[in-house]
């Protein structure tokens, strides 16, 4: 699993290089702030397994980084090898924006 910094994130969306974006947080969190990317809270990944494509780079995100590694480890058990996690999740990356 690649870890990606937020500040390595940011240069990947802004050069229009970046890998496909899941949010693995609950609707109230990416309510409340989100970067965008498709949205699969963690616990449904299973039933929309057919969604996550495997040929492509992704980074998975949360709140702190924990939930997306999890998530991450699920789909690793299910053959998925391109995946990436966003260090810190969003509290990393509001950290980055008023740094």
């Not at 890998?19 to 449904?44: A, K, N, Q, T, Y």
């Not at 999740?89 to 008023?98: D, E, N, P, S, V």
């Amino acid at each position: 699993m690649l870890q990606i910094t937020p500040e390595e994130l940011r240069q990947q969306l802004s050069t229009g290089s970046a890998p496909m974006l899941i949010d693995v947080r609950e609707e109230w969190e990416r309510e409340e702030f989100s970067i965008g990317g498709l949205h699969i809270p963690m616990g449904e990944l299973p039933s929309r397994i057919n969604e996550i494509p495997r040929e492509e780079d992704i980074v998975l995100y949360c709140e702190k980084g924990i939930r997306s590694v999890i998530a991450i480890q699920r789909l690793e058990s299910m053959g998925y090898s391109r995946l990436g996690n966003l260090m810190g999740g969003m509290k990393a990356w509001k950290a980055m924006l008023t740094a």
